[in-house]
């Protein structure tokens, strides 16, 4: 007779909070690529943002996506370590979140950025805080 190999179940809690955050970081995505799509394609407005060192680049639907994913994810991340570490993670995660989205203003404030870009990327930006810092 072999014994029972030992497995571990999530809680239904923790099942529940993973498939919300999972829905944030898709919503936190697929905002700002609404907000693209209407600003390029239905009202023709050509996005571009500066670089270091280089000339001004074009703000494509995938660079969209994928930055809006990749900072999802990685705050998803650091919400998880903090809440293995402190028992006020919430709380910590939410002022660095408020921090980064304050430091993603910074490269908007550069002069040679169309007025028109500098509101559409800041209302990307606001939107995948409003997603992610209450969910």
Do not use: C, K, N
């Not at 571009?48 to 703000?59: H, N």
């Not at 370590?81 to 993603?104: F, H, Q, Y």
Request: net charge positive; proline share 8%.
């Amino acid at each position: 007779m072999t014994a029972p190999a030992h497995t571990t179940h999530a809680s239904p809690a923790s099942t529940s909070r993973r498939r919300a955050r999972a829905i944030a970081v898709l919503a936190a995505a697929l905002v700002p690529a609404g907000i693209w799509l209407v600003a390029v394609p239905l009202l023709g407005y050509e996005l571009r943002a500066p670089q270091w060192g280089g000339p001004p680049a074009e703000v494509t639907l995938p660079l969209v996506v994928v930055g809006a994913l990749a900072a999802s994810l990685l705050g998803w991340g650091l919400l998880a370590v903090l809440e293995r570490r402190t028992g006020r993670a919430r709380t910590i995660w939410t002022v660095i979140a408020l921090a980064v989205l304050v430091v993603s203003f910074t490269p908007l404030l550069d002069p040679e950025i169309a007025t028109a870009t500098r509101i559409i990327l800041g209302l990307m930006h606001l939107a995948v805080a409003a997603v992610l810092i209450p969910a």
